[in-house]
């Protein structure tokens, strides 16, 4: 069986606002290519209609201030639910592939939630992971983040998880949005080296993205046997792509698709709607149905210009390699280094509110377990009083001296009462307790 | 007086109906080497020569276009294809296709023109049926029209462009449709020829109606261009028939109990429900607007026999009941023997029951396990479809959040063998049910009744500055950049109405199939509006028939 799952949800009523590049014709062009194109009625692909996902699926992962439900719409619990069906899809065997061709999108959100950033507000491949773990007993899994943007959410909230292999190809931060994703962003001590970040050079075509794969991003796939591999499937390193650089094809990404054979592709960016969607996502799901794919080639082919930098991606490759192979001996000395605790500040900047976060994340080291972690937020805009929070989150096999510790923390800044809003989130007890 | 005929696997049905009333019906075997014989046998009998009954319109569900495919007496067909870049498509068309330039992308932009020689090449021989397809060409025709206009002048023998059989999406659709389309055209031309003489000879001289897999009726004239439309019509009759003898308002679930199948039916208040993409024509896809019927393998004379002291139903047939002569027990045996079903010899029959019998049990109990366990089938095929209709995706936020979840709480049987087979079905599971009177003749009634229909698809882009209706070839550009989908539902209608005035089709009634809008932004400015429109005459039925006082709801 070579099956392919497809969820396609374009949400065709919903928008960021009316002009917003994350818009209701987004998907209008792929639609209509997917349908000419005859695809759902091969016998190779099934269609599947998307779950809603639940406050639970959502908040296992978010932690929104002052609440979550006030930042999310009801589009969001769709294409959170859709990730959600075509992992399940994959998991029950019903299909051997999925792919989640949803909106609105989700790999820029982070664990703390105080609006809108990068055009998402709540983490849609998190969530589906998280899901998949609590009711399909998952537990190694590898993200393989293919947007041209850095999937800088998605890193926030597998930073301390060691079961999460997190691998980002992006266009160098210092050229685009959202300015991070750099080789020593590697991972918590704890988990240091699941985080793995792929900086290239704008203009980076098809030749240098393969070579990426082949030389990094395979090797480590096949060294690291997750129990499901997470495509978030970005489409904006397309050539044609209006807010970004980079000089992909849909040959190339539906080559990446073939070779990755990722579980579950999610669709994140990707904002050129004519001259690359429907042409890439066809190729994406052709290569994933197992299906020829040699002939998906764009109307204006001719007018790509790329030029991969085959030098740069070498040491690259050799310096994120060595880190990789080295991993258990450099989380020691992080370890070793750090302490008891693991301290971070994070400026967190929420493009499509103007919002100013400060975080202080700190991260217990607890020998005996996976410990426990405190966040204390504050978010300020120019026209509203600032949000802050504090928040505890107990990881899933927590000793019952971080639980206490965990608690004890909030208890201890409720009494100071330096926050508006207090936070605990139960991994073990798949709860989150808003203290008031 | 209206004549509707509908002809089945085993029989050809006519009715003669006025003001809601069956004047009088007829059976005749079908004569499957030539199904005229048979049809006018059935007309023979229900219009005796010398009546003085005046018939106003002939209707006809027929199986001519379905027996040609079945039995692949159809003619051969060259299909020219313009792919573009895409999909392989090896494997999905019935006849391999050649394969030309010319590439229209999914705005209706020409990205290359047909290239002639390529094109005349396929077509060096005179005689020749062609079908024409192009991906996207329902966006814009030109492509297609030009290839048409090129293999016109090698004198073929007809070519088909696909866009003009059907005005939606999906281009392996569309070109089987063409195919299919051009295959039955001579085939179709043939019996419509001789059904217009034979009528004649009988001094009937209204117009004659053919019924189409959606449940409308095309006058003969235009059926002519478009046959496949008349493929697999009998279900579709009986749709029509149940919306006829019991019309609804609610959501249903309709069965049509024949001689070796059961075909499942749903409708959403009041309404049946259509396959989604189209209908599938010996195993290709096709663009044929069809009722979404599911069909499964249990019917009146549905083979029964034990296995491993097991009662099995179906799914085959081995010939009819023992109650008329068959060697092996039926379904209707077991209805027969209940006295549900008066018909044939009834001690045969209660022989049938006996000869299954396990040592100790009664005829009785016998027939009521076979019933059962027939009943139980059809349920289960009916819980998968209405699991299947659930699960349609849908591709609003709206649509999710707020769904319009499907739930029957009735069945309406029609059919030779619903009574006495309905009820066990509603009691398994857990609705009422209504078996109306004329319930056995429910196809040719259907027929009689149906309305005529015709749809034409719009898509306009402001942007571009054009819009195009691809089932008339037509290509014209907007003046006004204020163009909205009023104004595109305004043109549509007016080529529609128009389009079927040609036909001589008299209803004024339009109703919407689709509708879809969008607001084209480039550069977070709006630069035009994308709108598609598809209208249609309304279909449904011209008559209720109301006697008694229609069916008995059975809760």
Redesign the interface.
Known sequence: MNKLGLV???????AIT??HPE???RL??T???I???????LPQIH????Q?ATLRDLERVHIGVPNLRSHI???H??SAGGAITAARAVKNGEVKRAFALVRPPGHHAMRMVHGTRGFCTVNIEAIMIAHMRKHFGIKKVAIVDTDVHHGDGTQDIFYHDPDTLFISFHQDGRTLYPGTGFTNELGGPKAFGTTLNLPLPPGTDDEGLHYMLDHFVLPILEDFQPDMIINSAGQDNHYSD?LANMAITAQGYARLADKLKADVAVLEGGYSI?AAL??VN?GII?AMAG??Y??????DILSKQGKSNLGYMEKLVQQQWTVWKNREQLAKEQIAKWGDYFVRQKNIYYDDSGIQEKQTEKVRLCPQCRGFMTIATQAETAYYDSQSAFAAIIEQDACPACRCAAKDAVSKEIKLGRYDHYFIQDKEQDTLETIK | MWLGIDVGGTFTDAVLVEDGKVISQSKAPTTHDDLLIGILAAIDLAVPSGSPLVIERVALSTTVVTNAIIQGAISEVKIVLMPGPGLNTEGLFPVKPALVSGYIDHRGRVVKRPNEQEVLAQATLPGKIFAVAGKFAVRNPVNEQQVSEWLGKCKPRLVIAASKVSGSLNFIRRTNSAYYNAACYFVFEKFAQAMEEALAKRAITAPVHILKADGGTLPLALAKDYPIESFFTGPAASVLGVMALQPSMADTISLDIGGTTTDIALWRKGKPLFAERGATIAGYNTAVRAFRLHSVGIGGDSYVRRESDKIVVGPMRLGPAMAVGGKEPTLSDAMIARGDRVFGNKEAAIAAMASLALPGQSVQDVANQVIAEAAYIVRQAIEDTITEEIAQPVYTVNDMIHPDPFMPHELIGVGGAAAGFVPVIAKQLGVSYIVPPRAEIANAIGAAVARPTMSLTMRADTAEGFYSIPELLLKQPIHSPQFTLDDARKILADHLLERAREAGIRSTDLEEVYTEEFNMIRGFSTIGKMISCSLQIKPGVLMYFNEGQGGVRHE
Request: aromatic residues 16%.
């Open positions: 396609f949800f374009p949400a065709f009523d919903w009316p002009t818009r209701e014709e209008l062009y639609r209509d290519q349908v000419e194109e005859g695809l759902l009625d269609e599947y209609k998307p809603l719409k009801d589009a619990f769709v209006p004519e429907p042409y066809v052709l299906l020829d040699s002939q998906v080639i764009e109307p």
